[in-house]
């Protein structure tokens, strides 16, 4: 038998991602900014995808700036016939793709026994639906191609409940999703497409600056940052290694993972 370790390419080119593909969903702004940005350092070609045109050609402007080769995609994740479009837009500007970061989605505060379904239901058609989609149009391209990389965005609200505010609507989205994640895994492992999770803890976006000037979240932001081991909040930065090392040749033998990146909030 061969000696695979001689014989392997050295571990820092198993994390680089030239002539690789890539699509982000939600990436006008926030995490999916940030996953664009990560992906293309890595040496993929970028669609930036995001249901505003405006930002989504913005960040696709930053990695041109960069000199990465990027695409503007609109696109609402909820609408079968867009995210069709979406793949297809890709595939007609570089021909292939190796990579699919789902990652738009939206939060709900609301307790409960008051929240409308029309408000449960919205979290659930973009958070879980729209992963969906976007997975199972991703997957016919990979499936023809015999290899790619799905990666969702879920939540360590998958995983645990929040407080102290009250979410149920996001909780269970994001639970589905890791379950979603592990089930598409398992059926296309032996047809080529390795299908992970990414689960954010409390990340630092400009959603979540403009919610600390809010009386409501001057009162929560230091209960999170006490129940989170390290103490603070993550930063964008902190999640695109997990993403690169998930869309890179050096995770190929793993799938149906979720990987928690949250400063250790699940830990208690």
Partial sequence: MADDILNAPPILERFRLDG?????????????????????????????????????????????????????????????????????????????????????GIGLWADGESM??????????????????????????????????????????????????????????????????RSLAAEWARRGIRVNSISPGYTRTQLVEELTQTPEGQQMVPRWLDLTPMGRMAEVTDLQGALVYLAAPASDFITGHDLVVDGGYCVW
């Fill in 116 to 181: 409308t379904l029309e408000e449960w239901q919205r979290v659930i058609d973009i958070n879980l639906t729209g992963v969906f989609l976007c997975a199972q149009a991703e997957a016919r391209a990979m499936l023809a191609a015999g290899y790619g990389k799905i990666i969702n965005t879920a939540s360590m609200s998958g995983r645990i409940v929040n407080t102290p505010q009250n979410q149920c609507a996001y909780n269970a989205s994001k639970a589905g999703v890791i379950h979603l994640t």
């Fill in 20 to 104: 690789r593909v890539a699509l982000v969903t939600g990436a006008g702004q926030g995490i999916g900014r940030g996953f664009a940005h990560a992906l293309g350092e890595a040496g993929a070609a970028v669609a930036v995808v995001d249901r505003v045109a405006e930002r989504a050609e913005a960040v696709a402007q930053e990695l041109a700036d960069k000199g990465i080769d990027a695409l503007a995609v609109t696109a609402d994740v909820t609408k079968p016939d867009e995210v069709q479009a979406m793949v297809d837009a890709v595939l007609r500007k570089w021909g292939k793709l190796t990579i699919g970061a789902n990652n738009a």
